[in-house]
Nanobody
Framework: VQVVESGGGWVQPGGSLRLSCLAS????????LHWYRQSPQKERERVAT????????YYADSVKGRFTISRDDDRNTTYLQMNALKPEDTAVYYC????????????WGQGTQVTVSS
């Protein structure tokens, strides 16, 4: 299984980025998909989740109204659209594909850096 994030980079406050996560060699449509982030001296935070089928979506309070998670099961890809970015959004963003609450079918990407600064 491979999970690969892309789309990170530097952006000024108020700007936008779209992260992508391609997961291969798994039955993608069966997995819940999560985005996490971690910055220095902070614990890893779950930012957003989209369930298999897309019927259930979760956002952390800190990103509600600014971030949008989506999935394309035909492309084995999940996206995180990030708008109105703030300096406190600076972090490494990780994609996680997990089958229900399994610890075995639980796959992570290597992370992509997002930096928001002027």
């Amino acid at each position: 299984v491979q999970v690969v994030e892309s789309g990170g980079g530097w952006v000024q406050p108020g700007g936008s980025l779209r992260l992508s996560c391609l997961a291969s060699r798994l039955t993608f449509r069966n997995y819940d998909l999560h985005w996490y982030r971690q910055s220095p001296q902070k614990e890893r935070e779950r930012v957003a989740t989209i369930s298999q089928g897309g019927s259930t979506i979760y956002y952390a309070d800190s990103v509600k109204g600014r971030f949008t998670i989506s999935r394309d099961d035909d492309r084995n890809t999940t996206y995180l659209q990030m708008n109105a970015l703030k300096p406190e959004d600076t972090a490494v963003y990780y994609c996680n594909a997990r089958f229900k609450t399994s610890d075995f079918y639980n796959f992570w990407g290597q992370g992509t850096q997002v930096t928001v600064s002027s």
